[in-house]
């Protein structure tokens, strides 16, 4: 399995970014995908789910400013985020759980400036 994550940057408090996963050595559309994020000096936590029919799901913080969304026949799941906020700054990991393990892309940073 591999996950190769992309799109983030620097980007300005209200700006946007869309960041993208590749996945690879799964059947995509039968796994749901996921973003996690970890802040310096923090603990991963994660930000927003998109099962494989479609439902999605997000963390508090980011409700109403981040979307999550999946093109299967991609093979790539992406994460839309509006709005952003220095609070945003973090290392974002895509990720998904086959039948156990779970797997994480390299990571993709966003850096948000006041």
């Known amino acids: 399995v591999q996950l190769q994550a992309s799109g983030g940057g620097f980007v300005q408090a209200g700006g946007s970014l869309r960041l993208s996963c590749a996945a690879s050595g ?36 980011v409700k109403g400013r981040f979307t999550i969304s999946r093109d299967n026949a991609k093979n790539t799941v992406y994460l839309q985020m509006n709005n952003l906020k220095p609070e945003d700054t973090a290392v974002y990991y895509c990720n998904v759980r086959v039948r156990g393990p779970h797997y994480w892309g390299q990571g993709t940073q966003v850096t948000v400036s006041s």
């Open 26 to 61: 799964i059947l995509f559309s039968d796994n749901a995908m996921r973003w996690y994020r970890q802040a310096p000096g923090n603990q991963r936590e994660w930000v927003a789910t998109i099962t494989r029919s479609g439902t999605t799901d997000y963390t508090d913080s």
